[in-house]
Nanobody, 125 residues
Framework: QVQLVESGGGSVQAGGSLRLSCAASGRTLGRKAMGWFRQAPGREREFVAVISWSGDNTYYADSVKGRFTISRDNAKNTLYLQMNSLKPEDTAVYYC??????????????????WGQGTQVTVSS
């Protein structure tokens, strides 16, 4: 079992930036893709971004494209999400997850098997 711990959340004003980190430990990631999801109060968990094992391929939700950047450092077993130009609608709990697959083609919540506990991001207007 892989343990995932997110950090870096906080409160910022609109237009600001945050960088989330997700540290993995325990069982190896096994060349799997990893992703970020978020869940706002009263809403379902939604996809944000996914990255392949090598980092060569990424895919983003339309709502964050051009503002968020996903990256990973496999030597450190760490996943990142750089969030710029934040908007109030980005307010949510952000979760990192490990995919069952190596490809970024799969990005439904059911395609991911290990999840972190989440980190809160609050953007004020």
């Amino acid at each position: 079992q892989v343990q995932l711990v997110e950090s870096g959340g906080g409160s910022v004003q609109a237009g600001g930036s945050l960088r989330l980190s997700c540290a993995a430990s325990g069982r190896t990631l096994g060349r799997k893709a990893m992703g970020w999801f978020r869940q706002a109060p009263g809403r379902e968990r939604e996809f944000v971004a996914v990255i392949s094992w090598s980092g060569d391929n990424t895919y983003y939700a339309d709502s964050v494209k051009g503002r968020f950047t996903i990256s990973r450092d496999n030597a450190k077993n760490t996943l990142y999400l750089q969030m710029n130009s934040l908007k109030p609608e980005d307010t949510a709990v952000y979760y990192c997850a490990v995919s069952y697959y190596s490809s970024t083609y799969y990005y439904a919540t059911s395609d991911f098997g290990s999840w972190g506990q989440g980190t809160q991001v609050t953007v004020s207007s």
